[in-house]
């Protein structure tokens, strides 16, 4: 280790749970966001400086983001917490969290379908076609990761820096989780613990407000960041390993795997991909003299690498890379020890490493013959938002933030991602402790038990039946009430019903979120928007008095007013279609399919009215503001 860097080094995870769609800009086209199936240590070292900045501590933000010294950053990966993979095959080890990282280089499948994974640095067969592995793979190659992404189009408002025209975007879908592990450096142990408080107490106290990527707003880049381990919040490695021990014996070969992209300078002092390798062995060698470090082979790739400035409101240069996933070979004739293979991977290969790049692991090489191709897992929160980290060790200093996640079930039909807990205080905590009475404690069935899975049907039938007419009859209130609309914006209308339509939130949660927007709570609103939510007065003719859009859509948050609300909004008798015909007809509690009276619902389906009085509200509103933002945009609203 050089003189200059802190002796004592440790590493933070920490656990992100995307709550908003993220884009990440990573290449130079200024009208096309391809964002990687990775959050960048830069953009997260834009969200510690954000967060920062809004906590007035201007001393720390040049100590922790500027000089780079103390705090070095790190590209966040796809976390497997315990669950069922895409095939239906539960995960291999129900106990443990795995990340997958960049899949290395090597490895290929044999054929366009191939089921086994091959090293194709060992023997292969030349007739045969290989394929390479793509998809974010475990370190022990027992699981692949799928990151959900969606692409779309939009049409960009020409600006001093761009033309306009047609804007690309492919960002990735909210409800992932992934996990980081920042680089903490100091003097000694204290100063790394200290460091690790102070850095998990920041984003604690941010929490609700943090962003990443290129949009920088709550409607876009929104995510939930707490501790993976909050018993154990510093960790020796690099990265999450399987294994405890990490020693490669005498004579043995072990496989530097690159995590991030390599900005690698090469002899004449240009960008220099090919480089990595003589990079990766001067390392070896001044690092661990004693070592006998030699390449066997190795297999890198290049890819450029760019980002876009929002302080300079352009793209930046554009440089050649070695790209994730490279994979250098490496034999020893000493051996190495645990200790030896962390204090390697504590350093970096090429320049910007307070930006997370160049960092690396090492692995095991993979088998000689060919393995099963692993199944596909979906990086989505898990039943033990912990988990274990082998190799994590413990500290010996107490009061860490503990932001505990509590996975919580849906309701039957709603998307199947338990909610995450949140460490924030005040108006969150007041819905996350109300939700937990309201949704988890259901009202007693009358009459006979039906049972667990009866009742999961009977409510399903119910659901899937007043769904469509929830949606029609919220549409009609929406044309009754057109004349109402302004000064309202299609704009404002979509930003509220991005905020209903998280997949991480039940729907009480997505209300209180509403409720929080539309009152200024979360600061996701301009001033300019509040005081239009004030003026306007969205209420058609059957409501009593005229009500602000503010006040009507912050009534549903509250747990005791909600199915008070929902009387009031849902269809009325003698409506096409009848909200009491549509679920009388479903309902396994009336013989004959017709309701009890005009109007009139089941006892039973009473019951499952008041338990999914919150999903019904939301259901409601998400399909009057679609169609009282299509409204606007027809009769020529501008968003703002």
């Keep these: 280790m050089r003189p200059s860097e802190p002796p004592v080094s440790a590493y933070l995870p920490l656990r992100y749970v995307l709550t908003d769609t993220v884009a990440v800009r990573t290449r130079r086209d200024p009208l096309h966001v391809d964002t990687d199936p990775a959050l960048p240590g830069r953009a997260q070292r834009g969200m510690l400086a954000a967060a920062l900045q809004n906590a007035g501590r201007h001393d720390a933000l040049h100590t922790l983001v500027a000089r780079g010294d103390r705090l070095r950053f790190a590209p966040a990966h796809p976390r497997l917490e315990p669950g069922e993979t895409e095939d239906g095959t539960p995960h291999p080890d129900t106990g443990t969290v795995r990340v997958a990282h960049p899949a290395p280089a090597n490895l290929y499948t044999p054929g366009k379908d191939g089921t086994t994974l091959v090293d194709v640095f060992g023997p292969t067969d030349p007739s045969v076609p290989y394929k390479a592995v793509r998809d974010p793979l475990t370190p022990d190659r027992l699981l692949r990761a799928r990151v959900r992404t969606t692409a779309e189009r939009f049409l960009a408002r020409p600006g001093t820096q761009t033309p306009g025209g047609p804007f690309h975007t492919t960002a990735l879908d909210a409800g992932q989780v992934f996990e980081a592990r920042w680089h903490l450096r100091g003097p000694d142990e204290g100063a790394v613990e200290s460091l690790a408080h102070d850095v998990l107490d920041t984003l604690a106290r941010a929490d609700g407000t943090l962003t990443l990527g290129s949009g920088g707003t709550r409607a876009h880049g929104g995510v939930r960041v707490e501790p993976a381990d909050p018993a154990r919040p510093l960790s020796p490695d690099r990265a999450r390993c399987p294994w405890p021990d990490r020693s490669v014996p005498a004579g043995g070969t072990v496989d530097l795997l690159l995590l991030s992209p390599a900005l690698v300078v090469g002899a004449h002092g240009g960008p220099s991909p090919r480089s990595l390798v003589s990079e990766a062995v001067d390392l070896c060698r001044r690092t661990l003299p004693d070592a006998g470090v030699e390449p066997v082979t190795s297999h890198v790739e290049p890819e450029l690498v760019g980002a876009y400035h929002r302080g300079y409101h352009g793209p930046m240069a554009q440089r050649w890379a070695a790209a994730p996933g490279s994979v250098v070979r490496l034999c020893t004739r000493g051996g ?139 549409r009609a209130c929406a044309r009754a009430c057109a004349h109402r609309l302004a000064p309202l914006t299609p704009g404002l209308l979509e930003h509220l019903r991005a905020t209903l339509t998280r997949p991480d939130r039940t729907p009480l949660s997505a209300l209180a979120d509403l409720a929080r927007t539309v009152s200024g709570a979360d600061r996701a609103l301009s001033a300019k928007a509040l005081r239009t939510l004030d003026r306007a007065r969205p209420t058609g003719e059957p409501r009593t008095g005229p009500v602000t859009a503010r006040a009507w859509l912050t009534l549903p948050s509250d747990p005791d007013g909600l199915f008070a609300w929902w009387a009031d909004h849902r269809p009325r008798p003698g409506n096409d279609p009848d909200y009491a015909a549509a679920l009388a007809a479903v309902d396994l509690d009336l013989a004959d399919g017709h309701p009890p009276g005009p109007g009139e619902l089941s006892a039973r389906a009473r019951a499952w009215e008041h338990r999914a009085a919150a999903r019904l509200c939301r259901a409601h509103l998400l399909a009057w503001l679609t169609e009282a933002a299509r409204l606007l945009r027809a009769r020529g609203g501008v968003r703002p």
């Design 336 to 474: 190495l020890s645990t200790s030896q293979v962390r204090a390697l991977e504590a350093h970096h290969l090429g320049e910007r490493a307070v930006d997370g790049y160049g960092q690396f692991m090492l692995l095991p090489p993979p088998p000689e013959e060919p393995a099963p191709l692993p199944p596909v897992a979906a990086p989505v929160a898990g039943a033990v938002p912990g988990g274990t980290d082998p190799s994590a060790g413990p500290t010996s200093r107490a009061g860490m933030p503990a932001a505990a996640a509590d996975a919580r079930t849906p309701d039957p039909g709603t998307t199947g991602i338990p909610v995450s807990g949140t460490c924030a205080t005040g108006v969150a905590a007041q819905a996350t402790a109300e939700e937990a009475t309201t949704v988890a404690t259901p009202a007693p069935e009358p009459g006979p038990d039906w049972g667990p899975a009866l009742r999961t049907l009977h409510d399903t039938l119910l659901w899937d039946a007043a769904r469509p007419v929830v949606h029609t009859h919220a």
